[in-house]
């Protein structure tokens, strides 16, 4: 089945340590998304690229980055996690966003900063 | 600012029975409303849409009922059944400002269908 697959489900790091957490696709969708979702909250877009044009959300931190090498491919990195950084990530796909079409999501991986 | 708002935090109804979830808005731009579903350990998953054009759309027991005017839609689900058990969650999205990309989404509502 064609699918949005987030590796790993779950990632525990330390304080300042760097992490980078994985998505691919295999819908050969344009658009891929990164969400941050904390508990009991609403998803929060932090980017998202269509293609390789990346586009940042104003008010997603500096620590946060994301690559996109290929079309299949989008990894999300944090440079310094902090403790308010312990979250669920979603990775999201979209064909285009020009026309009205559902995002589909990833199983997210959970986040926890020691 | 919570532009998309899911004021019931749980429901609980019987197997068998409607469930009816309901959400606001404030953003009159919003011209793309969605429902997604989230089982525990697993990702949203994509349930139903309209678009500001209707008032209504129906999929199986899953309807959408959409009231511009109110800014307030609403999932209806009949019957319900205990596999329907999951957070769902409303999400809206605008066409123009070229933010189309950007689904806002409420925080969601736990249904739980009772034997």
């Known amino acids: 089945d064609a699918m949005v697959i987030q590796n790993p489900r779950y990632q525990v790091t330390q304080f300042g340590k760097p992490v980078t957490l994985s998505c691919s696709q295999t819908l050969n969708h344009n658009v891929m998304y990164w969400y941050q979702q904390k508990s009991s909250q609403a998803p929060k877009l932090l980017f998202h690229?269509?293609?390789?044009?990346?586009?940042n959300e104003a008010d997603t931190p500096d620590n946060f980055q994301s690559r996109r090498p290929n079309t299949s491919f989008c990894f999300l990195d944090i440079r310094s996690p902090g403790l308010g950084d312990a979250a669920m990530y979603l990775c999201?796909?979209?064909?285009?966003?020009?026309?009205?079409?559902?995002?589909?999501f990833g199983d997210g991986t959970r986040l926890s900063i020691l | 600012d919570q532009q998309v708002k899911q004021n019931s935090p749980s429901l609980s109804v019987q197997e068998g029975r409607i469930s009816i979830l309901n959400c606001d808005y404030t953003?009159?731009?919003?011209?793309?409303f969605l429902w997604y579903k989230k089982y525990p350990a697993e990702g949203p998953t994509f349930l139903i849409s309209?678009?500001?054009?209707?008032d209504k759309n129906e999929d199986g027991r899953f309807t959408v009922f959409l009231n511009k005017s109110a800014k307030h839609l609403s999932l209806h689900i009949v019957p319900s059944q205990p596999g329907d058990s999951a957070v769902y969650f409303c999400?809206?999205?605008?066409?123009?400002?070229?933010?189309?990309?950007?689904?806002?989404f409420g925080k969601g509502t736990l249904l739980t269908v009772n034997p």
């Open positions: 999201a796909t979209s064909r285009d966003y020009r026309l009205n079409q559902p995002q589909h």
């Open positions: 690229y269509y293609d390789k044009d990346f586009n």
């Open positions: 309209i678009s500001s054009i209707k």
């Open positions: 999400a809206a999205s605008s066409n123009s400002g070229g933010s189309n990309y950007k689904l806002t």
């Open positions: 953003n009159s731009m919003f011209d793309y």
